[in-house]
C-alpha cells in the first residue's frame, strides 16, 4: 500500500527541518576541529588511549563545536544573507526560527560540558565551554565586523581542540599542547584569508573588514607569507617531544606550504590571475598531514628526539 500523501508531507517536513538544525553546525568544519583532537590525545598519551575516552571527547567535541556555530548562525544571520557563499544556510533561507536556533545552540553547548565533564574530567569541560564562549563573544560579537584581525585573535577559538583533547587524557595542560595550539593559531590567517581573497566581494558587500577587504591583494598575500613562515617554525618546537617520523613531516610539509605561499605572493605581485583556493585547500591537506604524522609519531612509540 502506497504512502499516504499526509504521511508523506510530514516525513519531508521533519527531514527538512533535521537537516536545517544540521546545518547550523556546520558540520564540515566539525570534522577538521575532530581531526586535530585525536592525535593531540595520541601525542598526550604517547601512544593509542582508550577507545571510549576518544569516543567520548570526539562527541562532546564535536556537541561544542557545533553549539558555536550554531550561536555563530544566530548573530551574522544578517550578513550570512547577504553573502553567496553563506546565503544557503538555514538562518539567512529562514528555515529556523532565530529563537529556535538560540536555544538549540545554548542547549547543545551546556550539554557538551555536562558529557565531557562526566565522561573525560571538568577542565576539558571548562575548556570546552571557553571556546564556545571566545567563538561568540569575542569572535563573532567583537571582532568580526570591528577590525581586520578578526580572524588572527578570533581563530584562537579553532585551536582549542588540541587543548581539550590533551587535557581529556591528562587532566592537565603542559607545554606540547600549547605548542599545537600555536600551529593551528599561527595556521589559520593564511588559511582563511586565501579564502577570504576568493570570496572579497562577498565579505564588503556584507560590510566585514576581512584583510582582503581592507588591504590591497600585494600586503595581504605578503601576510600569507609571513604567517605561513612562522607557523612553519612554529612546527618545530614540537620536535623534543616526537621522532623523527613528526620531524620529517614537519620539515618537507613546512617548506612546501611555505613555497605554495610565496608563489602566491609572486603571482599577486605581478598582477597575473592568481587562484588563492589552491592555497586554502593545500592548507587543509597539510595540517590534516601534519597531525596525522603526529598520531603515527605517538602511536609507533620511537624515541623522542633530544637536542
Known sequence: ???VPGLRAA???ARATVLAYLGLTKTRIIEQLLVVTVPAMFLAQRGIPSVWLIVATLVGGAAAAASAHALNCVVDADIDAVMKRTARRPLAKGQVPPRNALIFGLAL?????VWLGLTTNWLAAGLSVAAIAFYVLVYTLLLKRRTSQN???GGAAGCMPVVIGWAAVTGSVQWPALVMFGVIFFWTPPHFWALAMRYRDDYAAAGVPMLPV????VQVSRRIVAYSWVMAAWTLLLLPATSWIYAGVAVLGGAWFV????RLHAGVAAGRDVSPMKLFHLSNMYLCVLFAAIAVDAAVGLPVLHF
Not at 214 to 217: E, G, L, S
Not at 259 to 262: E, G, L, M, P
Open 109 to 113: 553547548g551546556a550539554l557538551s560540558a
Open 214 to 217: 581592507v588591504a590591497t591583494p
Open 1 to 3: 500500500m502506497p504512502p
Open 11 to 13: 516525513l519531508y517536513r
Open 259 to 262: 613555497y605554495r605561499a610565496h
Open 151 to 153: 580572524i588572527v585573535w
